[in-house]
């Protein structure tokens, strides 16, 4: 049984991992890309000027972000996007945009006591 304390500090561990992904544009712009269509790491690797290898390792952490889903065929690897590897950055980031919609429609109704 996993305890409650566990459970959190793997979800923050997992924020960790996707946030450090996204930390860094040629990830992004693989996520963007990907997100079209899966690509072969070759397909994936062509608009950069970089070896197969640093493309390979941008994968790497985006794996371990969960962020990206990877199958074999033949001797091609063939890379997807896996968008259920945001829902713990989108559920994060949801919280803050409730916090800030607050805060926003209070200031709004504040400034609207002032003009009247």
């Not at 793997?10 to 990907?34: E, G, K, P």
């Not at 919280?95 to 200031?107: E, G, V």
């Amino acid at each position: 049984m996993v305890s409650f304390n566990h459970m959190v500090k793997s979800i923050a561990y997992d924020l960790d991992l996707i946030f450090h992904a996204l930390s860094n544009s040629t990830r992004r712009a693989i996520l963007r890309d990907i997100s079209r269509c899966e690509k072969t790491i070759k397909e994936i690797a062509k608009p950069y000027k970089m070896s197969l290898a640093a493309v390979s390792k941008h994968l790497k952490m985006l794996g371990s972000a969960h962020l990206i889903k990877r199958r074999k065929e033949g001797s091609f690897h063939i890379i997807k996007l896996n968008a259920k590897g945001f829902k713990s950055a989108e559920q994060w980031l949801s919280y803050y945009q409730k916090f800030w919609d607050r805060r926003l429609d209070a200031l709004e109704r504040l400034l609207e006591e002032g003009e009247e």
